[in-house]
């Protein structure tokens, strides 16, 4: 069956540094990788769309890859800060967004 | 202006109860999605209707039944709440039903006692 695996346990790191959380999934052949953030009490948040022939994608301090082969996307977030605090979903999906199936999340706790 | 709303924020409830919870979204958006997140956080989708028909009902019991009066809405009703219902419920709505992101309310917390 379809499975996406993301870091159940939470990863804490010092302000300034840079935040590397993983998605992996099987049993899948998405097209595309969706990113959201979700903070407590709240729905989650759209961050960005990768395709499965790019390899990297940024947008200001966030950068997404996608490795096909190894059936993975990491997620950085450079020179974290402590808003940067939530939980990260990735989101695969194989063409049509009428299904997008979420991964359990991390969180992450960025301290001063 | 709130771009996904529902109503509303919490709903405690007794077993064996009947509730609604609505859904409205500004975006013109022609796809929506209920999502349940259940205490471990996880995301499951639940519907996803398209201009009013609905195109996925995931294994969901059916005591839970959707229903979109038009393309802004998607309300969802529940019949004999059960307390595994108990979860925070997420209205979404997506451009359509390619790659577009989706726009997430911010849940409705449902207390099943």
């Known amino acids: 069956s379809q499975k996406i695996e993301q870091n159940s346990e939470a990863l804490n790191i010092q302000e300034g540094k840079t935040a590397t959380l993983t998605c992996n999934y099987t049993n899948y052949s998405p097209a595309y990788l969706q990113w959201y953030r979700q903070d407590p009490g709240r729905g989650p948040v759209f961050l960005l769309l990768i395709r499965e022939n790019e390899k990297e994608k940024r947008k200001e301090r966030l950068k997404v890859t996608f490795d096909t082969t190894l059936k993975q996307s990491l997620f950085h977030i450079t020179a974290s800060q402590p808003a940067d605090s939530a939980t990260y979903l990735c989101a695969p999906l194989t063409g049509t967004a009428s299904k997008l199936t979420f991964g359990t999340g991390t969180r992450l706790q960025v301290t001063l | 202006d709130t771009a996904v709303s529902q109503t509303p924020k919490y709903l405690v409830t007794q077993m064996g109860n009947d509730k609604s919870i609505k859904c409205e979204q500004n975006l013109g958006h022609d796809t929506m999605y209920w999502y349940k997140q259940d205490s471990k956080k996880f995301l499951k989708i639940m519907f996803s209707?398209?201009?009013?028909?609905?195109?996925i009902n995931e294994t969901v019991p059916n005591r839970f039944s959707p229903k979109s009066p038009d393309k802004a809405h998607l309300n969802l009703h529940i019949n004999s709440l059960e307390l595994g219902d108990s979860a925070v419920y997420f209205c979404?709505?997506?451009?359509?039903?390619?790659?577009?992101?989706?726009?997430f309310g911010n849940g409705t917390r449902l207390t099943v006692t």
């Open positions: 209707y398209n201009n009013k028909e609905l195109i």
């Open positions: 979404a709505s997506s451009q359509d039903r390619s790659n577009s992101p989706l726009h």
